[in-house]
């Protein structure tokens, strides 16, 4: 009887600890997922604005060797990811593509000019840098018309300033709901043993003394949610790195490795600080207390 008795014991504490560890791994996990969305908000708003390109016309009349000249002197500025050079050619045989027919057998010339796009680096891509760069093409003698889209440029520097913002906030928010979840987890696991906490204080046991176990057993649980926290992290990052090859998330280690640091290091400090504050409560509470 006795041996059953103690298989359903085992059995009920082996749910609770599985459901503390589960509780824990998902919390974290999520709050990962999210570190890694903070810390990568800037690499993913320099993605989409690296993909805006000013693009160079040349008049009709230029020389070959001004328009390298250009086209090198672009290439080497401090602001340049990417350029491009399109000659006339190139541009009416993509032209012809997109829209599925030669325009040229009607026009029977090639009215397209030779052009160059330039793609900036992200820090530059502002309405008044972008507008300052292109004046500063447009007073090449080569050049005939330098085109970009200013609204989209304006348009997408607000919406990066609003999400970023945005997901600052729910980060903090997020934060202190995940350690809210955690503290009931752990708290529930401790209200489950309050009765035995305060029978070891009624033998004498220091406040200390009883404290440590299930800071201990704890911590322990919190170390275990933290390491599959981890592994679902990393199974994620693989596959965005794979299926997102541009956005590079692998590229500096150090930054992923501060961050499973850090989400390992949140398991433990919250499940100790939550274990400490719970105990503590049951500990000063007296023995008629413990009924409500």
């Known amino acids: 009887m006795s041996t059953s008795f103690e298989r359903y014991q085992k059995r009920r504490l082996i749910s609770s600890y599985f459901s503390v560890v589960l509780s824990i791994a998902l919390v974290l996990f999520l709050l990962g997922m999210l570190g890694l969305l903070v810390l990568n908000t800037k690499k993913v708003a320099d993605h989409f604005k690296e993909q805006i390109a000013i693009t160079v016309y040349f008049n009709d009349d230029a020389k070959e060797e001004a328009m390298q000249n250009l086209t090198k002197s672009l290439d080497t500025a401090s602001y340049t990811r990417l ?5 006339k050619e190139e541009a009416a045989k993509q032209t012809k593509e997109a829209i599925g027919e030669d325009f040229m ?18 820090d530059f891509v502002s309405s008044e840098k972008v507008e300052e760069i292109a004046a500063k093409l447009s007073e090449n003698s ?58 070891m204080q009624m033998v004498g046991a220091t406040k200390g003394f009883i404290r440590r176990p299930f800071i201990w057993n704890s911590v322990k649980l919190g170390m275990i949610g933290a390491i599959v926290a981890l592994i679902g992290m990393a199974a994620v990052i693989y596959y965005l790195n794979n299926s997102f090859a541009e956005l590079n998330l692998l590229a500096d280690k150090k930054i992923i490795l501060a961050l499973f640091g850090g989400v390992f290091l949140t398991g433990i400090i919250i499940t100790w600080l ?14 008629d207390e413990l009924y409500y």
């Open 83 to 87: 350029v491009t050079f399109v000659s």
């Open 105 to 122: 057998e009607f026009l029977d010339y090639n009215p397209l000019q030779n052009s160059i796009d330039v793609y900036m680096n992200a």
């Open 274 to 287: 939550s274990t400490f504050f719970a105990t503590t409560r049951f500990l000063n509470l007296k023995t």
């Open 142 to 199: 080569a050049v005939d018309e330098v085109s970009y889209d200013k609204p989209l440029i304006s348009l997408l520097n607000n919406n990066l300033k609003k999400i970023s913002f945005w997901v600052l906030i729910v980060s903090a928010l997020f934060t202190f709901i995940a350690v809210l979840l955690i503290n009931s987890s752990i708290r529930l696991s401790v209200y489950s043993k309050r009765f035995t906490i305060k029978t």
